[in-house]
């Protein structure tokens, strides 16, 4: 489990988080919120020691993360960032990458680094798109690949930023549905979104970020009733119950 606490974090003498202090549990999935800007990306690679931190503290797995090598963090949480480069290798070879952290100098793959990348290009729908080249992939392709190599890396924790980025509904919500098996496994999921009634609806919990705090953390139940989305995101967020559950819809301000 990854756990920050009184995190601040910045670029320079500007902070872009401070004072948070938010735990992401195993078998739970947890959506994290905000406007553009507001250091939900910050968040998750300040969460893995990818960016320097400049106060507060990070544990992974009960482990000060500072204690840690890189390896050690890669072996404990996967990271799916938000925008990668465009190799011009097979997608079966991108996932391969997801193993990285196990293997030792020189990198040769073993049959088991083999079976989990198959094994993950199909959880993501993507074992299709195995042999070709990444450079001729669609955006919606490539981050299907992406978040096989995620998968790859076979972790108790796994942080996507934006993974429904360039995807079609269907695939979205086939990406909240993979989330929720992971979660049902026993793994901790951060997912960072901008669809708020794809999280609503597929999250257990919600983290809002707003000016550099967190604002909210709660069930989608109490983040909704208590207002503060309204207040974050400048619309009016409504809802109404369907066969399927609540369908959540924003609309604007009266003025």
Known sequence: MVEVRNLLVGYGEAPVLSDISLAFPPGQVTGVLGPNG???STLLKASLGLIPIQGGQVLVDGQDLATLSPREVAQRAAYLAQSRSVPSITARRMVLHGRFPYLSYPRRY????YRMADQALQWADASDLAGRSMDRLSGGQRQKVYLAMALAQDTQTILMDEPTTFLDISHQLE???LARRL???GRA????LHDLDLALRGCDRIALLSGGSLRALGSPEEVFLNGVLDEVFHVRVGRMNTEEGWQYYCSPLPR
């Open 38 to 40: 507001c250091g939900k």
């Open 110 to 113: 073993r049959p088991e680094d």
């Open 175 to 177: 990406v909240m549905a």
């Open 183 to 185: 979660a049902n496994l």
């Open 189 to 192: 999921v951060v997912l960072v």
